[in-house]
């Protein structure tokens, strides 16, 4: 039989989803609004085009990051292919010249004669699967209002929102290289580090905190900071809490040696590549809600940053997801009396449904579009090991235990603890890994035998 899926959102979890399908021999019509109806923050018409930051995190194999990587790699993600081909330095982290990764996953699915691209928005999910036989929702954060108010009819609640917030990017050429120096973190001085450190004086560091403090922001009527998801607090709100907080966590100087002086600065902010030729430098934890004019005038203050030319400014924009526990089961199917009684099913995936974090949305449509495939062949699908770290992930989003749902990454905070107790942190984590790695050969391993994976 020919299946025919509606896939509503052209971002990272859409598209690895509409891929996915495809190579299984169904026909997918992904639905993306832009560049009729854009959003406050993409800056292109690109699918799967990266808005905030252009890292996809850690690499390392006993690492949460690393280990999603690793799910993904075994089962056969475009997406991280995509990224692979297209990285740029980035110390142990895998981040991407996006422009080049957001194109070639462009091209790929153009290019797929299974794969028919949209460009229009979608506001009637139930008008959707009246044409498809199954539909997945991947619209991410800005879901346009009338998507969203359709979906609430679906859900019989209000979404949830938070608010999150883009780092700015400066272009290379007018970072002072005299100011700066090239080192990742423990790296010895004078190696050819992945990243540019931006070294504070003690008196540096109180100016520019002083300054940030006081400069005018981009705030909503009805703004409040509880609404702020931990992971993207902006800059200024992380300085609100504590001046020194910054130095703790964004500005940390950990690990750095400042060549000029050789001891390690009072404060230091990191910048990583944006591109594969170090075009252009994302300021790294740099979210932020100041005016452009105050972004301008404050992070000139920042030492090596005194004549930047910004790429693109920092910009917080609304965050929507849907009170994933009460309403998906763990296919990422919505569950509510009103969305069974739709014409075919409907998935959520992606930051609409609660997975902070690039790989995990990638990781999302995956797991959406092999719960479609086997829902569509009648086939059993496997159950996704709580022991993997995006199976310990999505119990966690799909538990109704799960109380004041907010989004989250992968982490190993969400597993289940070790059968013996290990009390060095990096011992802990290599059998973390090795359990996880183990748990995900069994289940690639019933993926084959249900014929859902080559």
């Known amino acids: 039989m020919t299946y025919h899926v509606t896939i509503v959102g052209g971002g990272l979890a859409g598209s690895e989803a509409a891929l996915t399908l495809a190579d299984r021999g169904i026909a997918v019509r992904l639905m ?21 930051s252009n890292s996809l995190k850690s690499t390392k ?34 981040a991407v010249d996006r422009a080049k990764f957001s194109r070639e996953v462009t091209e790929r699915i153009e290019a797929n004669p299974l794969i028919e691209v949209v460009r229009e928005e979608a506001a009637d999910i139930a008008g959707l699967a009246e044409a498809s036989d199954a539909v997945i929702l991947a619209s991410g954060p800005l879901s346009s209002d009338a998507l969203s108010s359709s979906l609430m009819g679906l859900t019989g609640r209000s979404a949830l929102a938070f608010y999150d917030a883009a780092a700015p990017v400066v272009m290379a050429d007018s970072i002072d290289s005299e100011k700066v120096f090239r080192q990742s973190r423990y790296e010895d001085p004078g190696e050819a580090g992945d990243y540019l450190n931006a070294p504070f004086t003690k008196e540096e560091y109180d100016a520019f905190i002083e300054a940030l403090l006081g400069a005018k922001r981009v705030i909503a009527k009805d703004f ?70 105050e972004q301008r005038r404050v992070f000139r203050m920042i030492p090596g940053l005194e004549n930047a030319e910004f790429a693109r400014y920092g910009v917080m924009h609304r965050n929507t997801f849907i009170d994933a526990p009460r309403l998906l089961d763990d296919h990422g199917r919505l569950v509510t009396p009103e969305a069974r009684g739709l014409a075919a099913p409907v998935y959520v995936a992606g930051q609409l449904a609660g997975t902070e974090g690039y790989c995990e949305a990638i990781r999302s449509g995956l797991h959406a579009a092999l719960a479609v495939t086997a829902d569509l062949r009648g086939v059993q699908l496997p159950a996704l090991p709580g022991d993997t770290v995006f199976g310990a992930l999505l119990a966690y989003a799909t538990d109704p235990g799960t109380a004041d749902y907010q989004p989250m990454h992968v982490n190993f905070g969400l597993m289940r603890p070790l059968d013996v107790p290990v009390r060095n942190k990096r011992a802990r984590y290599g059998a973390y890994a090795t359990r996880a790695n183990e748990a995900l050969a069994a289940y690639a391993e019933a993926l084959r035998d249900a014929g859902l994976l080559p």
Not at 35 to 51: G, K, Q, R
Not at 273 to 283: F, R, T
């Open 32 to 52: 993306e609004m832009r560049p009729a109806s854009p959003t406050a923050v993409h800056h292109t018409d690109a699918l799967a085009e990266l808005v905030c």
């Open 61 to 94: 194999p006993d690492s949460a990051a690393g280990l999603l990587k690793e799910e993904l790699s075994q089962l056969g993600s475009h997406l991280l292919d995509a990224a692979r081909r297209h990285s740029v330095p980035a110390g142990g982290a895998l």
């Open 224 to 293: 409040e900071s509880r609404e702020l998801f931990q992971a993207c607090q902006p800059i200024e709100e992380i300085a609100r809490a504590g001046r020194d907080a910054p130095r703790f966590g964004t500005l940390k100087p950990v690990g750095l040696t400042d060549p000029r002086t050789g001891r390690r600065p009072w404060a230091a902010l990191q910048l990583r590549a944006e591109d594969a030729h170090g075009a252009s430098y994302n300021l790294v934890g740099f979210q932020t809600n100041l005016t452009f004019p």
